[in-house]
């Protein structure tokens, strides 16, 4: 049972453009959404997260939005560069869980030039 | 070193041959989990070590797998009579557990191919 749903499978973005992921959860029990950035090679790192107290998160040109009601939540990348090609992942944990997450399947962006 | 390092970086391996998978966590780091990455999958959860607290295996796919946590630093994750659908990259992450929920620091994963 696929706990977090993530789209778009990938995204092109052209430079300077705004990149949106979106997640879905199902467990209303989660209570902390965290997303990766993995490069090709490279194991994923956190990039940004936020707690569902919060709607929105903003971190540089990297912005959460979360929805509570919807079980929504995404990734907002302003002025988009060739530099943040890379796959994306959203992620759910739960309180008690020793910061277990539960992710998403990817989303591998591309920004041209 | 700064980082979690893992062991070998690619294997490959004839099905029915065992294998072992190495990762040295970050120092100091209390809790660690092993992932695994196949593609269009996205990280699928193995297994989670926390202190001397009993592991939890719940994402074991089957009984071929297992994972021991030595000293409560390195860990190696065993397959043993691997299959062509084992191939993937399995990840290692550690963190400092209750300090930054969701914080995990990966290392970059051993890619196993089975042929």
New interface residues.
């Given amino acids: 049972q696929q706990q977090v749903k993530?789209s778009p499978?990938s995204l092109i973005v052209q430079k300077g453009g705004i990149s949106i992921i979106n997640c879905a959860y199902e467990n209303t029990a989660f209570d902390?959404?965290?997303w990766y950035q993995q490069f090709p090679?490279?194991?994923?790192?956190?990039l940004i997260?936020i707690r569902p107290d919060v709607s929105e998160k903003k971190e540089g040109r990297f912005t959460i939005s979360f929805n509570k009601s919807a079980k929504q939540f995404s990734l907002h990348i302003m002025d988009s560069q060739p530099g943040d090609s890379a796959t994306y992942?959203c992620?759910a944990?739960m309180p008690g869980g020793?910061?277990?997450?539960?992710?998403?399947?990817?989303t591998q962006l591309k920004v041209e030039l | 070193g700064a980082g979690v390092s893992q062991s070998p970086s690619n294997k490959v391996t004839e099905k029915g041959k065992d294998v072992e998978l190495r990762c040295d966590p970050i120092s100091g780091h209390t809790a660690l989990y092993w992932y695994r990455q196949s593609l269009g999958q996205g990280l699928e959860f193995l297994i989670y070590f926390q202190g001397n607290s009993a592991p939890d295996k719940s994402g074991l796919p089957s009984d071929r797998f297992s994972a021991e946590r030595t000293g409560g630093s390195v860990s190696t994750l065993t397959i043993q009579r691997t299959q062509q659908e084992d191939s993937a990259v399995y990840l290692c992450a550690s963190s400092l557990a209750g300090l930054v929920p969701g914080e995990l620091f990966f290392g970059e994963g051993s890619r196993l191919t089975v042929l």
Avoid at chain 1, 41 to 46: E, M, S, T, W
Avoid at chain 1, 98 to 106: A, D, I, R, Y
Wanted: glycine share 20%.
């Fill in positions: 993530q499978q902390y959404f965290p090679g490279k194991g994923p790192a956190l997260a992942f992620a944990s020793g910061n277990k997450l539960t992710f998403g399947t990817g």
